[in-house]
């Protein structure tokens, strides 16, 4: 960290700032310039707290020089971590796509999509039993029933299942029948939950918040990490901005820049990102090419009876179509489908 | 609900809508003009989903006609609701002023924070037991003990406690301590946690999202109210923008907004909005003066020695500066303080 | 400026870096922390550019320390800044409002309006004669002719004039005719005009860009201040964010953050930011409480039939019942109006 | 457009908005719902502007339901539009790279570059000679010289030359040295530029404003048409969110969205929108698999010492690399390159 003083600082509030650093067990360098002081801090290992320096008499401002996640920084671990899930392996050579509909509706709808899916090449199979909506008069999910329904199709399928966990209250429950725990958008800074999750040992799917920073994503990661679960998988399901044309704004860039400051494998959510399935080809396409781990793609058989989030779902002919589609795509980049 | 048909529509397409929308109890009215057609739904009372729509053959988009909200609304409630805590009336004509520490630390820090607010005149007493933090290594708070010194506080001063909740789990034991429930920005879609505190029967500061629209803000309010909780005061706390000089960018306009849209007070965080405690007394008088119902402000003793947000944290003799200041904002508007 | 090193930088890149800083004339200090080394500049005065020294070998990113803006600081000019024109001073103890049309659409439009915003109280008269329109097809302004009425209006009422001026090659015809030359938001950045302006030795009154930061505004009105004119208003005007209730987001935190870094005065616009009149008057409430030198409203006689903004304009009744109740805020802040 | 009445407009009220809409030549079609009056216009094929119609007594808010663009608009013009300059095609089969430095700063530097990425595969140089610079003290760029040494390197290399025009005034000195007119992002709503592009009968490219809407970015195109110059390339170049690990965040659904509403070419600018030469490579893979007919990439022989943007340009070798692995992405989604 550094500490910029004001232009005004006096000796004095130097010295303060400084014996300060200093007992907090941390070196200090002091660079007089022309127009002010500069104290850089040399730390002890464990980060510091930039509010309370900035508020001592004669600063100005601090400026943080290292990133604040450690446990998932590629500094820390240099090689790709390689997340298993019965048998499917994320992170590798492999992209791995994810896909399913948004919500688990009947036994029919699910298995009907988990056939399909499967048949085109999907190696994982999601489906949410509990939503989180904007309006509580929407459709909130069957609760444990859409899970026992997963449970169902996994063993039909022999294909794994995601599926979120909304409340720190759940975990124990879902983790009897799910295969990767889903931490959602909204609750990707719900800190019991990610304790809960860290505790489960379970792989995670940790979706980016669509009002978060990939710095907090990672911080996110941290938490999870620093309770003892490294099996996660990040999630990047597009931010919110002012474009309205689109649901939310695929942050493709942030694929590479997460592969690069971290060891997780990194999943791309085309459907919610765009919100529009005549979008999903395109955007999927260019999340494998970007260097995407994988895809999270919603597909239902009939999307326009769908209980929620119908206008972003792929039919399953059209999910195959994506499939035969990106196969190219992922071999051009030296990865495999 | 309109549904904008593509130019290409045929008109077996535009009966397959018609027929839908029907078949869901609603009435239909079609314009077709110039350049294609648009159907009209009046509704029966219920919200109607836009995706199932959406994803029809045929149909280029919808358009939302009427907010969603309809218990926290002014049509449906069209008085000022005013929440009583203890005695003290927010919502009212008299300004509530909510101060303390961002976090609880200890004994002393909170009651010599405590007895120098309520004697420059606030009327509840702000603190954190809880805390969320974006780091898992910085201070996560007191937990249990820190909402006993709460209680403490509150003995001794008689000031009413606002407090946050984190976790649906935790609502028992903070609603043995608390006056009010305050729900954080990072939490206000947390759906179980909001379902908990509309069943907990006990005031709720619900503080909008930092990247969540007034709609949602409203949305949120209305799922504690559909649990039967009508205690709810609305906090602005400011939103995430691209400007970097602030912490975040306080949407001085929701607070006028929110009063014209809905029955439900307001208070504005010139703290957290700001995240620098000299744009505090600033930013407090253009809330007053926009029509807020309160204010949350951090005070600390010793902000430079402070567990979390130092930076914008007040000393007593500013904030006891900064109340005197507001009383005649607040008479120039015709409220007291 | 900071140079954070990599971790696995070598010996020979750090000399490299210090050495290329030392050739341009800088001086640098060197701190070699546990993680990584850091290298401090210590300027010659002049800026430096981040991005040469950031595709260096070795190095990871640059940290900037200084603020770039210099004429328009307040380090660098502690005093208050008043802008005079035609006898009206802004950014003294007195609260200015600037009043008028959105668009000059006639001479009994813009002079009914005129004597009205008088009457109530304004002390400039506003009026686009050149309107910069999102489409090709809505009204573009009435050109010199606006002008000409403009300054007719001038004529009878004594106010003095603002108006937009759009490109550089109409300086000359606009300097002709206005007391105050308007840069509006989407030429914030169109440098050619900045330059034109700075040349004019006319006041300037400049609104921030609805995409653009507070430094960004700073360093647009460094560029005017650098061609030699130091009569600059800056004009908070609402930001662009994904809140859709409003026009855009009026940042009233820039208000006390402009006053604080630049000795320049401010002025807020808020009919642009709000975009609807019921917000307008809560609004400018907000922006004299929180230390505006002035207003700029859109008033017009018949709001229903104007040809450009005219949900967010008032009527003369209306804007007098605004000025009003906006003297007892101004009182209550130490201002007059 | 649909006019939204208030619950309690009264008839008179609705009377009078229908009475107006008529008197502009429109049709209406009145639904009465349960809870509000819905008022639907029939255009009769000019657009209509919502404010004064909002502004109406019992008026709550208006919808539009049409795009705003009918020149740009895929509807109007259903075939792509292919863009030749110079016997360049874009918009075709073919993936066209425009490539070179961000800013012309000698005669060695450009042709070394020109002949570079000539050598790699480009097909246009692109080059700077006005610069757009936050800063009055950052370089401006070499005016006239740096077009005058464009020319030359388009002599001796044969590649078309794409460079930015800043202001109106420059549109005739630039138009004799260059092959397609760049408009900056910052002056993408500059309506005087816009038209004076438009008359100018040259290819141009828009880049999309860093704040701008999809929508705005084809309305910017539709002045262009509107004045008769239908050879236009869009530019995707990144918007400007609250995320700061990239200089801008690169709105990857853009590219098959524009293709969708409009018929003109896309090219994405993978330098600017990251900001970082190590993310250039994935993005522009991405853009490729997303559907770009082209790329707009910075190269400079000395990154290092390059007088601007330094930190996102791409050395020779490592552009003809990235030339070769976009070569099999081109392939996998049916493009050459």
């Known amino acids: 960290m550094i500490v910029v003083m004001k232009q005004s600082a006096t000796k004095a509030q130097i010295a303060n700032v400084t014996a300060r ?8 360098h002091i660079s007089e310039g022309e127009e002010r002081t500069i104290i850089g801090i040399i730390g002890n290992g464990r980060p510091l707290e930039r509010e309370p320096i900035e508020r001592m008499a004669g600063v100005e401002h601090t400026v943080p020089i290292l990133r604040p996640f450690k446990l998932a920084s590629r500094e820390f671990h240099p090689r790709d971590t390689i997340v298993s899930v019965n048998g499917v392996k ?19 709808q699910l298995l009907e999509t988990a056939r399909a899916v499967k048949e085109a090449g999907a190696q994982v199979l999601r489906g949410g039993a509990f939503k989180p909506r904007t309006s509580p008069y929407s459709f909130q999910g069957l609760g444990e029933e859409g899970l026992r329904l997963l449970a169902e199709a996994r063993e039909e399928t022999g294909l794994p299942v995601v599926t979120e966990v909304m409340d720190s209250q759940m975990v124990p429950l879902v983790i009897t029948y799910a295969d990767i725990l889903q931490i959602g958008a909204r609750n990707m800074q719900n800190y019991a939950l990610l304790h809960a999750v860290g505790e489960a040992q379970r792989p995670v799917l ?3 918040g669509m009002m978060s920073t990939i710095e907090e994503l990672l911080m996110a990661a941290e938490y999870i990490l620093s309770h003892g679960n490294d099996r996660i998988i990040l999630c990047e399901r597009g931010i919110r901005t002012f474009e309205q044309y689109t649901r939310n704004t695929l942050d493709i860039s942030a694929v590479p820049l997460l592969k690069q400051l971290s060891h997780l494998p990194v999943v791309v959510d085309p459907s919610h990102s765009t919100g529009k399935w005549a979008l999903v080809e395109p955007v999927s396409r260019a999340a494998v090419a970007a260097g995407a781990d994988g895809l999270i793609v919603e597909v239902h058989p009939h999307p326009e009876k769908a209980l929620s989030d119908g206008a972003q779902s792929l039919k399953p002919a059209r999910f195959a179509a994506l499939m035969r589609g990106l196969r190219p795509v992922a071999e051009a980049v030296g990865r495999t489908l």
């Open 206 to 208: 940790l979706k980016r």
């Open 21 to 28: 650093i200093e007992r907090l067990g941390c070196q200090v």
């Open 90 to 108: 994320v992170g590798g050579k492999q992209v791995v796509v994810m896909a399913g509909p948004c919500a688990v509706e009947s036994h029919d």
